[in-house]
């Protein structure tokens, strides 16, 4: 994953944010803090919120398995987490 | 008395399963003597002693459920806390509620880092770990068990505390008694016909009074299974009510419109009653739920006080309308003056029940002045039709709907005031389109101040649930003569 295109995700993730989540923050507000409930109530109503949206935008299942509510307080974290989900969904399209 | 329902129980159905949680499967049998293990545990390890209160600081999962047992059968008094509490907010409700013992897990402590001051003689037990021996079972329901429980409940024992939301800054305790518990439980039996087929679902946090009367007690009153979720995930949901065969769930808005959002079009043919309770309905989400599942949702309306009031179990309720009163509710609707008002006229909305609190702990003025002949001032304006359908068009009480929990917000403001940069602070509840609210705050500061820095402040003082997610700056907050807040 090069860098530009991680920075495509993380600008992306911040818009869903605060699309999503209905914040009154600017996108560059959110993409260089590191830790999301340093800016917002993040609770886990915040947290499901951003599960829909995020499968949204990156058309994905993010199954419950997955889910370490931790990583949704940490933007880089999310990030590669949402690019590794983009990825092996990629891989399974191509392969089907 | 719940002891003696719930031993009743278990004698009719001693190999049904009462509790699955995904990896393992508990009859009424097993969940018994697990109980039986805890009452010991209580009683010679813990020594506690008749209507002494001990603190449920544990997610759904069925140590809460063994532990309640327990609890009321050693005539103690249990009070579940919401697990997002900080530490400062589970201070007062130790000091408030007299609570002598908490009982936690290791993943919940490591939020505060370390194990809370036990400097009062307050005891923190990690349930994670006890190991409660199961009593054996030729010891079970036994004359012996019976002899040490007689005497020690009687119908208006004190069984349990749970919070409501106050209208002063800070929660209210209401008391719950053992014919409180039972009558509840029985009037939502009767009204859904529960039976042991039924399986439930039960996501509602068991803090939350309806978790812990609708999710857990109610099943375990009718010899009915609990499938338990720690946490709400509106896929691992769907799939347990399809895998499951899930006949009845209680849930939100937020979680029938997640549901909605994230599901294609499937069927849940098990599924008798899907109820929605803790914000009102609307009838999209209805539309768009049953477009999905092909189930009808419907409105349950009650409260922390009362229990279950009204479910709209009809089809021909009127549009907005959460039903009509279930089985030994009496409701009425008053004037300002406390006159009982006709059909179609909005008023208060009162409620006498079997199932209602006998009060606040701790509250006398506010008891006189909510509970008047037997009736509870639910606070809520609505109205009844011709039919005795009841509708809700609003609130007498300020509250903020966050995530279902019903927030006071004088409570955030308090805290956002003992910022020393906040000179003027006023929060209220933005609805959104899931029927909950986000909590907005609007401040007027002394000196330069950023977001993050509110945030950080608040962070170790507010539960995450009532922590604003949208914060503006202003210059001043109109207010009228009197001082109150002018609506912008």
Redesign the interface.
């Known amino acids: 994953m090069n860098l530009s295109s991680r920075e495509n995700t993380k600008d992306r993730i911040s818009k869903v944010i605060i699309r999503d989540?209905?914040?009154?923050?600017r996108e560059d507000?959110i993409s260089h803090?590191k830790k999301l409930?340093?800016?917002?109530?993040?609770?886990?109503?915040?947290v499901?919120?951003l599960?829909?949206g995020l499968?949204k935008e990156f058309n994905i299942?993010?199954?419950?398995g997955y889910?370490d509510y931790q990583i949704f307080r940490d933007l880089d974290a999310l990030t590669d987490f949402i690019n590794k989900l983009v990825s092996v969904k990629k891989g399974s399209d191509s392969s089907s | 008395m719940i002891e003696d329902k719930f031993a009743a129980v278990v004698r009719k159905y001693p190999e049904h399963i009462a509790i699955s949680d995904g990896l393992k499967a508990i009859t009424y049998c097993e969940l018994y003597s697990q109980k039986q293990g805890y009452v010991q545990y209580l009683r010679q390890v813990l020594h506690l002693q008749k209507g002494e209160r001990i603190a449920l600081f544990l997610p759904n999962c069925v140590e809460f459920i063994f532990l309640f047992f327990a609890i009321a059968d050693v005539g103690a008094i249990a009070v579940p806390l919401n697990i997002?509490l900080k530490e400062n907010e589970l201070q007062y409700y130790i000091v408030k509620c007299g609570i002598t013992v908490v009982v936690t897990n290791s993943e919940l402590l490591t939020q505060w880092g370390e194990m809370p001051s036990q400097g009062q003689g307050i005891k923190f037990i990690l349930i994670d770990r006890l190991e409660i021996p199961r009593k054996k079972m030729r010891d079970m329901l036994s004359p012996e068990d019976d002899l040490h429980r007689s005497g020690i409940n009687s119908v208006d024992t004190e069984v349990l505390y749970i919070s409501t939301s106050g209208s002063t800054g800070r929660p209210h305790i209401v008391s719950r008694m053992h014919t409180n518990i039972v009558s509840g439980g029985e009037n939502v039996a009767k009204a859904l016909e529960i039976t042991s087929y039924d399986r439930f679902l039960s996501v509602t946090p068991f803090f939350h009074a309806n978790g812990f009367s609708n999710c857990m007690i109610l099943p375990l009153l009718k010899g009915s299974t609990i499938v338990l979720m720690k946490?709400?995930?509106?896929?691992?949901t769907l799939?347990l009510l399809k895998e499951k065969d899930i006949t009845i769930f209680f849930g939100s808005p937020?979680i029938f419109s997640?549901l909605t959002?994230?599901a294609d079009q499937i069927s849940l043919p098990s599924l008798r009653f899907c109820l929605s309770t803790g914000a009102p309905l609307t009838e999209d989400l209805k539309r768009r739920f049953f477009d999905k599942f092909s189930v009808r949702l419907r409105q349950l309306y009650g409260a922390s006080e009362t229990g279950t009031v009204s479910i709209e179990l009809q089809n021909q309720h009127g549009e907005g309308s959460v039903g009509t009163p279930i089985d030994n509710i009496q409701l009425k609707i008053i004037d300002d003056n406390g006159f009982e008002l006709h059909p179609f006229e909005t008023g208060e909305i009162i409620v006498k029940s079997p199932a209602m609190t006998k009060g606040y702990v701790d509250e006398p003025d506010l008891n006189r002045k909510v509970f008047h002949n037997g009736y509870f001032r639910t606070g809520d304006l609505g109205m009844l039709d011709d039919r005795g359908s009841i509708f809700i068009v609003g609130r007498k009480k300020k509250f903020i709907n966050?995530?279902?929990v019903k927030v006071d917000p004088v409570e955030i403001e308090t805290v956002l005031l003992s910022f020393h940069k906040v000179r003027e602070a006023h929060v209220v509840g933005?609805k959104?389109d899931?029927g909950?609210e986000?909590?907005k705050a609007t401040l007027v500061t002394q000196q330069d101040c950023t977001?993050?820095e509110i945030?950080?402040y608040c962070?170790d003082k507010?539960?995450?649930?009532?922590?604003?997610?949208?914060?503006?700056f202003k210059d001043s907050i109109p207010r009228d003569v009197m001082g109150k807040v002018i609506l912008y």
């Open positions: 989540l209905q914040l009154n923050l507000e803090i409930d340093d800016l917002f109530g993040m609770d886990s109503v915040a499901i919120e599960i829909i499968e299942a993010i199954q419950p889910l | 997002h946490h709400f995930s509106p896929r691992e799939h937020f997640t959002d994230v966050a995530s279902g933005m959104n899931r909950t986000i909590i977001v993050q945030i950080m962070k507010l539960a995450d649930f009532k922590m604003p997610r949208i914060i503006e």
